[in-house]
Each structure stands twice: as C-alpha cells, then as structure tokens.
C-alpha cells in the first residue's frame, strides 16, 4: 500500500478536462504525439531491429503477444524481442523459479534474456512498438498496462482496471516500477481511473522519462 500513498502525490490538485471531452481530446492527443515524434521514434526502431538481428538473427526482431484491452478484449500487442528466439519453450522450465505470485512471470538472471535484451527492458525501449497499438485504437499513451493473461483470471474488484484503453504508461510505471505485485498494479490502476484527467495523463509522461532513463 506505499506505492499507493506515494502514487497520491503525482494526483494533479486541479483536474484540467474529464469527462466525453476527455476520451476524444486523449485519442487526439495520442495520435499527435505519435506522428510528431515519428521522426524520431522511426530511426531509432530501426537502430533497435538492427541490434537485435545482429545478436541473434533466428527470430523475428518483434515480440507478437495476446494481451487483454479494453472490456476484456484480446489484441496483439508489439514489443522489441528481447530474449533468445526459443523463449516461450523454455519457460516451462524455469518455471519454479518464478518469483512473483501467479499470473505474474517473472525469473531472476533470466537466462532467455539476450545482451541487447537487457538494454532494452531497463530503458524500455523496447515498449517503442506499442506506438503502433497507439496507431491502430488498441492502447493509449497512458492508461493500465494490457496484461498477457485472459480477463477470466481477473477478480471481480481487479476487472475495474479493464475500463479504459490500456496504456505506454501508467501511474504504476512512475510510483513503482517492475517490483510491485499484480495485486499492488492494480490498486494504482483503479486510483489513476478514478483520478484520470488531460493534466493527470500529461503528468504521468513527463514523469515516465526520467523513470525509464533511470531504468528502476
């Protein structure tokens, strides 16, 4: 419940735009920010695929996964590969070895994961192709992270976080980072639903920059 109270302190005193204008001026913005910063976002995606063929050129340069969206619904989301080619037929294997409570996956020194890997999970870079799920409707710039595994296996408080496009980034990304436990997720999940505003999603980008480039 820390991250919770700590997360409390990004909540903007003032909220600036909720409501039906809210939902259309966020999709407008989404889709904004994402063909600005194209030029920059394009060369580096580029650089990123070069990298992850040149240390492992088996498998495809992007991580095609079923994630759960809005309502419940499954989409494909995009990410950077970042571990070896074989990865989900070694999981099964280093099963015990999981530290965080069911549904979560999570290995210490995971050894599926490659070099270039590595850089990417702690700058997030490999998120990067997400802005095409930002493009395409099935996520937003902010919002709940879309989980992997199905909204049966959500309880029915938790299913409140499926209320909403899923996000880049979300309150959970700046308060708390990977340590948390799914249950921990959610709770800062529902606060940003409850709080979300044009000034609160603005707030949380500006504050997932440093929190990637620190790579906590």
């Avoid at 995009?78 to 074989?86: N, P």
């Avoid at 099935?138 to 879309?146: K, Q, Y």
């Avoid at 308060?175 to 409850?194: C, N, Q």
Wanted: glycine letters at 6%.
């Amino acid at each position: 419940m820390t991250e919770t109270v700590a997360a409390r302190s990004f909540l903007p005193r003032f909220k600036v735009l909720t409501g039906k204008p809210y939902a259309a001026i966020k999709r407008g913005l989404d889709l904004a920010l994402v063909l600005v910063t194209a030029p920059i976002t394009l060369p580096l995606m580029l650089l990123v695929a070069l990298a992850i063929k040149l240390e492992d050129p088996r498998g495809s340069v992007l991580f095609f996964q079923q994630r759960t969206g809005i309502g419940g619904r499954r989409f494909t989301m995009f990410k950077f590969r970042t571990m070896v080619a074989d990865a989900e037929k070694l999981k099964t294997e280093l099963a015990r070895q999981n530290k965080l409570a069911w549904p979560d996956f999570k290995v210490v020194n995971d050894p599926r994961i490659t070099r270039v890997g590595k850089i990417l999970r702690k700058t997030s870079l490999d998120e990067i192709p997400q802005l095409i799920n930002v493009l395409l409707g099935d996520m937003s710039l902010v919002g709940p992270r879309p989980t992997s595994f199905k909204p049966d296996t959500y309880k029915l408080w938790q299913s409140a976080r499926l209320e909403v496009r899923p996000g880049l980034t979300g309150l959970w990304q700046i308060a708390g980072r990977g340590h948390l436990e799914f249950e921990e997720r959610v709770r800062l999940d529902i606060l940003y639903i409850r709080n979300r505003s044009l000034m609160l999603d603005i707030m949380i980008m500006l504050f997932t920059i440093p929190a990637a480039l620190k790579g906590a």
